[in-house]
């Protein structure tokens, strides 16, 4: 079975757990490819304020404005 959904990737910069190479390998994998939106710093949970621009962009274009 396939999932066809849209996907906001969210990638810091300097992330212990998930190394940046490894961000344009998933997101190579991912149908309907969105870009790649980098958080700057270290960080794994960063707060939610730092995803609200992507966070936001995303919906809107799922949603439309308003």
């Known amino acids: 079975m396939r999932v066809r959904a849209r ?3 969210i990638h810091c910069g300097d992330d212990p757990v ?3 190479a490894s961000a344009p390998r998933l997101q190579a994998l ?3 490819r969105r870009p ?3 958080i700057d710093g270290r ?3 960063p707060r939610i304020a730092e995803f609200d621009p992507a966070r936001h962009s ?3 274009s799922l949603t439309g404005p308003g």
Do not use: R
Request: glycine letters at 6%.
């Open 43 to 45: 960080c794994h949970t």
């Open 18 to 20: 998930t190394p940046l």
């Open 58 to 60: 995303f919906v809107t």
């Open 7 to 9: 996907v906001l990737q």
């Open 30 to 32: 991912l149908s309907g």
């Open 36 to 38: 790649l939106v980098m």
